[in-house]
């Protein structure tokens, strides 16, 4: 079964970190641009993460520049964000997704991503 699975929320203090775990089953995720999501209650969906396949390009909203990153974990199938400093506004449900297409960069539409996890919580609260 294709499937992307997201882990490693969770509730942190501001200045807290996390690191998020996409995991994909079914497919090489190393072949695949891979971006992160999040969408908080009563908010539009926002583009947080992203790297790509076609260079290993990374990219990154303004709103967590310098304190997330991304990476890939080919031999685990995994793609990870790493998240520092976490702040209140960062509280939000994070997804991972791939676009349907293999070898590419990243789209900005989130409409070009056709797999996509679960989620999993962030909460930064003190």
């Known amino acids: 079964q294709v499937q992307l699975v997201e882990s490693g929320g969770g509730l942190v203090q501001p200045g807290g970190s996390l690191r998020l775990s996409c995991a994909a089953s079914?497919?090489?995720?190393?072949?695949?641009?891979i971006r992160w999501f999040r969408q908080a209650p009563g908010k539009e969906r926002e583009g947080v993460s992203c790297i790509s396949a076609w260079d290993g390009s990374t990219y990154y909203a303004d709103s967590v520049k310098g304190r997330f990153t991304i990476s890939r974990d080919n031999a685990n199938n995994t793609v990870y964000l790493q998240m520092n400093s976490l702040k209140p506004e960062d509280t939000a449900r994070y997804y991972c997704?791939?676009?349907?297409?293999?070898?590419?960069?990243?789209?900005?539409?989130?409409?070009?991503?056709?797999?996509w996890g679960q989620g999993t919580q962030v909460t930064v609260s003190s």
């Open positions: 997704a791939s676009p349907r297409r293999s070898g590419t960069g990243c789209y900005s539409a989130d409409t070009m991503y056709s797999r």
């Open positions: 079914g497919f090489s995720l190393d072949y695949y641009a």
